[in-house]
């Protein structure tokens, strides 16, 4: 598994994706709750944990077999998600745009948790 190197093209990536988020500030979403993030440690940073938490609440009712794979996204596996990871990174933290609109949005532990993981190189 060479997750430190799948990282590295999200550096320049993401400034492009900085750029696009800035004219959408005002569209930004907000956490649906007003708690404080849950804090974040090195034990929590591993695809099971950020899994249940996170992908299984939030991403799975569309992108697993069973809930017709939008877009054609598959999220159900650690192996699926690292092929992805840019993308999920730039929709899911850094545009807000996943889940859509109208659908349950990342709480800020989930949020907090699914950010600290992909910037620690999505250990699994
Ligand atoms: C209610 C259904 C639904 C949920 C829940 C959902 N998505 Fe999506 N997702 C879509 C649809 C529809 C598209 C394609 C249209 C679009 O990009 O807006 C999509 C597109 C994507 C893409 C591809 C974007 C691209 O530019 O190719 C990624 C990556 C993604 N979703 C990740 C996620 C993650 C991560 C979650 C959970 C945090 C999530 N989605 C939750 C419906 C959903």
């Known amino acids: 598994m060479n997750v430190a190197r ?8 993401l400034s492009l994706a900085f750029a696009l988020t800035a004219c959408n500030f005002n ?25 249940s938490k996170v992908i299984s609440l939030y991403c799975l009712s569309c992108h697993s077999a069973a809930g017709g794979n939008r877009a054609g996204v598959n999220l159900e596996t650690y192996a699926s998600i690292i092929g992805r990871l840019e ?8 545009e807000r745009s996943m889940p859509p609109s109208g659908e349950s949005q990342l709480n800020s ?4 948790l699914l950010k600290a993981w992909i910037e620690a190189g999505a250990p699994q």
């Open 6 to 13: 799948r990282i590295h093209p999200l550096v320049s990536g």
């Open 27 to 51: 569209k930004q979403k907000v956490n649906t709750d007003n708690e404080a993030a849950a804090p974040v440690t090195t034990a929590d940073l591993n695809y099971a944990n950020v899994n």
């Open 87 to 94: 993308l999920v990174q730039a929709t899911t933290i850094l």
């Open 109 to 112: 532990s989930a949020y907090a």
